[in-house]
């Protein structure tokens, strides 16, 4: 899945060396007095619809404070920041974007937020693995918020360099894939030459949606363009401003729930017997979805499920028939739709949905023939040269409900 990068990012690095110089002095007031404000989604987009009453958290890690320029730049209208030692995670990142930032040059005109985003992208990403690997310790400023009007502010910061993450409450600092908030994705390669490449992204869950964000780098204080009263992205340019407002935009991957299909016998045969149903739905992108599946007795067994686990969007109307009956066996019930629920939420979190759980189809066949039989499904695909491979369909895993229900 590629991220797409189509968002404001107020990374905001401001080491740019070649600055006007400050008559009286260095201007900038490092002190503790900023505040990040974090937008998730514009308050009428169907993001923040879906985002409402989530609750998301902000983690803002200081990977280094700020400083002024030392002799002979002592007097510039810019800061820098404090390289740790060298036993410290960050030292070889930050020594080499700090120098990377006071060599650069001053430009005509800041540079674009794509450029940027693509200058620190790297760093972002490097940051974040040191960050949230499993033995660092580093303790975030962290803002906490449930999302009516999806904004984060965190305040009182130190000057300096941050990176944000932005999770949801609740959820583990881990890759597991239950109650875990990172999430490696693979971006592939385009047609504009970008390589294909894994990205670490942080989650946000809702009943039926997952959003993933991109770390991003950010520094306070940052500037304000004279001219369009926009923050740019290098302090080389406006007036200083304590308070930093960042769009975060996220990429959204629909949730899939789980369908339950309960086969119940009535007067089962004493012989093997399968039972074929199709699945059918169509996708958010109105692509019609067909799915087989089998569930085979054995012994004499009256209940058997089969779970058709993390396949259909939350939220889809899906349409199960029984396409194949065992010999003997009449279907009592004809084809059923469900709507797909969302499975609990991994954080507990009460304020999500409580139309949490696994949607069920049930059908019912009586026997009445002696003996039974066994159903098989056949599919025949032509190949190439016009000659058909057959391939039979070997029955669907099934959870056998308990004996003592069986009789009951």
Known sequence: MRMKSRRTLAILLSMVLLLALAPSGFAVELGNNNVVSVTLATPESDYAKDLKGTRVQADLYLLAPAKPYEAPYD???????????ESSAFHDLLDKLTKELNGAEKTE??????????????????FAGIVL?????????????VVDQPVIT????????YLLVIHGYGLEKSENPENGY???????????GTEAKSVLTTRVVTDKNE????????TVPTKVDKTSGEQQYNTAYGDWQNILTI???????PKNGDLKIIKNLSNPGSDPVTFVFEVTWTELDNTPMRKVVSITFEDGQTYKEYVLADTVPVGTEVTVTEVHSGVGYTAVTGPQTVTILATPPASGD???????????VRFDNSHDKPGGGHGILNHFTAGETGAFTWEQFSDSPAAVKPTAANEG
């Open 75 to 85: 007097n510039v209208d810019s800061y820098t920041y404090e390289v740790p030692g």
């Open 109 to 126: 005109e800041p540079p674009s937020q794509e450029a940027v985003f693509q200058q620190f992208e790297p760093y972002a990403q490097e």
């Open 133 to 145: 690997g499993s033995n660092n310790t580093t303790v975030p400023v962290t803002g906490d918020i």
């Open 154 to 161: 965190v305040s009182d910061l130190q000057a300096g360099l």
């Open 182 to 192: 990172i999430k490696r994705t693979e971006q592939p390669s385009d047609e504009t």
């Open 211 to 218: 959003y993933l964000f991109q770390p991003q780098l950010l």
């Open 247 to 253: 769009y975060a935009k996220p990429t959204r991957v």
């Open 350 to 360: 009460a304020a999500s949905s409580a139309n949490t759980g696994i949607a069920e």
